[in-house]
């Protein structure tokens, strides 16, 4: 499949091919018209004893050959020496290369990339208006999907997952021994306490209790686990605490149950207090403060965290591939919307506009002072590159066609420049 850059030197190659039979075709009609010339005065001079009207003739086609050769010199002047011959200021273009690209580029760069221009230009076109309707033209905003996706993915599978799995897992690992936990944790409680929500909480506590307490068959491991608290190794404590653990537990879950019936419960200003001091600690102790920081950083070094860490990005690069490998992905239609809305606020906001289109200009302004004199370096930097002889025939191609005319017009007004003074001639005897 032929690439839009090799589509592109074919169309250009046609137009040349163009430009040069058409210049071909000009160059014979201003020979033939000097041919002519020669003829008529061919014929004029056989018959010139016949007829005076003969030497008006001959004066025509005597000054028409002189005008057609001297504006063929002329022409042919400009881009080789005439017949060959090293005519002292003959092919003007390609021995003035240098000095053509030269003072091209500075007559591009003084007239036509000025800050007025540019910027005059950049008010007329209203870019930011432009965009906004191209935004909000739904083929536009179509034909980004397919291509944008394509893009995406080709971007993701190109970078360097290594680097930046290991670029994640530091920011994040950063990130989260930084997080002041001890002052964030006081703040929740604060907030917690404000709205009630810490009575919520022990309720939820309370329940969970009652219903372990509640449950028979958890009675054994309850009663276990006293012994083993209060270090009970003589068998007959034992049998003691087994026998006493139904109705200490039973006794415990009334207990319970009272604090969770009664919202005036005096165990629960007993919580209110303890909780509020917690904030508190939390807070305002600094030695609480760095015992909390210190298992922070212990525990987000720690190699399961850090393997956690680590899978951020590939499950991140994962779901991106994924959504970009469906028919709408949920990524693009996101942009398109963005994309929309921008077009629709450009278009709906003058001010905006108008603060837009005041940046591109100031924008542009600043490239123009920040590189003057870059562009007409480039010009002749570019034109340095060709050959004389390439010069000459690109510029040949360009407007040879037209200086064909020239030589016509010096064929015609020559010749009647030639028959005025031959008619003058004759009116002053």
Known sequence: ??????????????????????????????????AGAACLLAVAHALRARHPAWGYVAAFAEAAMVGA???????????????????????????SKDTIGRNLGAFVENHFITEEAIGHKIRQADPARRAGEWLL???????????????????IEALDHEQIRDKVRAIASQQLTEVDLSGTAGQLVDRL?????????????LDGAGA?????????????????????????????????????????????????????????RVFDDWIGDFALRLKA??????????????????????GLLSGLWEGLKN?????????????????????????????EKPELRQWLNQAIEDGSVTLIRKYR?????????????????????????????DLQFIRINGTIVGGLVGLLIHAVMQAIG
């Open 137 to 155: 033209d739904p083929r536009h905003t179509a034909g980004l999907g397919p291509s944008a996706a394509s893009v995406a993915r080709q971007l």
């Open 319 to 347: 779901r991106l591939l994924h959504d970009l490998s469906q028919d709408q992905p949920a990524l693009l239609r996101q942009i398109q919307d963005w994309v929309q809305k921008l077009g629709q606020i450009l278009v």
């Open 193 to 205: 306490m404000q709205s009630g929500r810490h009575q919520e909480l022990l309720d939820a506590l």
């Open 212 to 268: 372990y307490l509640g449950d028979a068959e958890k009675h054994p491991t309850i009663s276990q686990f006293l012994i083993d608290s209060l270090g009970i190794e003589n068998s007959i404590m034992k049998m003691a605490v087994n026998a006493y653990a139904p109705k200490s537990i039973s006794s415990l879950n009334q207990k319970l149950d009272e604090v969770r019936r009664d919202p005036a419960h005096r165990f629960r």
């Open 285 to 306: 102790d600094p030695q609480w403060a760095e015992k909390i920081r210190r298992h922070q950083v212990e525990l987000v070094q720690d190699p399961q965290v850090q």
């Open 1 to 34: 499949m032929r690439t839009p850059t090799e589509i592109q030197q074919d169309l250009d190659q046609s137009a040349d091919d163009l430009r040069r039979l058409r210049l071909r075709n000009m160059r014979w009609v201003a020979l033939s018209l000097l």
């Open 373 to 401: 004199g870059e562009v007409g370096r480039f010009i002749e930097q570019q034109l340095a590159k060709w050959t004389r002889e390439e010069m000459s025939q690109r510029i040949e191609l360009a407007i040879g066609r």
């Open 69 to 95: 050769v001297a504006d063929w010199f002329a022409v042919v002047a400009l881009f080789k020496h005439p017949l060959g011959l090293p005519i002292w200021h003959t092919a003007i273009i390609p021995n």
